[in-house]
């Protein structure tokens, strides 16, 4: 069975610097893809980044990006330029393929201080 | 990505009622899916609901406990049954975009059961 594992339960960053959330994965499959989400305290869930297994390049949005290690089966997020609406519940996930279920980590508080 | 709403946004219950809660999305979807997140928690699958077919549940989860339905491709409900204070979590409902990987939530429903 697929597991996802998120060691820190909390972490904190000063504004506009630079922090790193950990993830490791376990899986069988070779391709599959992974992804972070942020929920704030409205608990709406945010789609912030995917990878795809298969690509070796590591995705990146505007701040956010990851570093995907398949062989290790690591995927932490790191976010740039920390801002205080960052401020939330990370979630890393996976997912075998389209149409499957999503196995979520347990999440970690990231706190921003002013 | 899809628009999903949810209603009822929240709810208190007394223990022993039921609640069902809906999920509309502005697209057709051929997969919807329902997870649970308890307090302080990671989300977790209950079910997957096609449209036409009964609902695959999860490990731990059972059709009388979480009855659904999926009338049409854009409309889904959870019911929750003989609620105990066990069952306050908050319930969120999720679709893949379009031919892709990625999930998309609802808002979610605060549910507190007394």
């Known amino acids: 069975a697929q597991t996802v594992t998120q060691s820190q339960p909390e972490m904190s960053v000063q504004e506009a610097e630079t922090v790193t959330l950990s993830c490791t994965y376990d899986?069988?499959?070779?391709?599959?893809?992974l992804f972070w989400y942020k929920q704030p305290p409205s608990r709406q869930m945010i789609l912030v980044i995917r990878?795809?297994?298969?690509?070796?390049q590591n995705a990146t949005e505007n701040r956010f990006s990851v570093n995907f290690q398949k062989a290790a089966k690591s995927f932490s997020l790191k976010i740039s330029d920390s801002q205080l609406g960052d401020a939330a519940m990370y979630f890393c996930?996976?997912?075998?393929?389209?149409?499957?279920?999503?196995?979520f980590g347990k999440g970690i508080t990231l706190s921003v201080r002013p | 990505s899809a628009v999903i709403s949810q209603k009822p946004s929240r709810d208190i219950c007394q223990r022993g009622t039921s609640l069902t809660i809906q999920c509309q999305v502005d697209?057709?979807?051929?997969?919807m899916f329902w997870y649970r997140q308890q307090p302080g928690q990671s989300l977790t699958l209950i079910a997957t609901?096609?449209?036409?077919?009964?609902?695959?549940?999860e490990s731990g989860f059972v059709i009388d406990k979480f009855p659904i339905s999926r009338p049409n491709l854009t409309f889904s409900t959870l019911t929750v049954s003989n609620m105990s204070p066990e069952d306050s979590s908050i319930y969120l409902c999720?679709?893949?975009?379009?031919?892709?990987?990625?999930?998309?939530f609802g808002p979610g429903t605060r549910l507190t059961v007394l």
């Open positions: 999720s679709v893949d975009r379009f031919q892709s990987d990625e999930q998309f």
């Open positions: 899986t069988s499959e070779s391709d599959y893809y």
């Open positions: 990878q795809e297994a298969y690509k070796q």
């Open positions: 996930a996976y997912r075998p393929g389209a149409n499957s279920k999503l196995t």
């Open positions: 697209s057709q979807v051929t997969m």
């Open positions: 609901a096609n449209q036409g077919s009964e609902a695959t549940y």
